[in-house]
């Protein structure tokens, strides 16, 4: 994934901050077919900036109401 906007080498990779940045991108910009880990997603949820359409939807995958 290229990005312009951050500097990749400054964020590093494997901190927090590089994970919630890539999960962010992927979820709002497109997975170019790669799939998103759910415990990672579920881990991060409360510290992601997501679109709010898509946010809603992923809540509505990740913890469906039982009946």
Known sequence: MH???V???KLGTRSE?????RLE???NFGLNGQKIDKST??????????D???KRFLK???WPKRS
Do not use: G, Y
């Not at 901050?17 to 940045?21: M, T, V």
């Not at 997603?41 to 997501?50: C, D, E, S």
């Open 3 to 5: 990005n312009w906007s």
């Open 7 to 9: 500097d990749l080498k």
């Open 17 to 21: 901050e590089a994970k919630i940045w």
């Open 25 to 27: 991108q992927a979820v």
């Open 41 to 50: 997603l579920k881990r991060l949820w409360q510290k992601l900036r997501l």
């Open 52 to 54: 709010p359409h898509r």
């Open 60 to 62: 509505f995958l990740l």
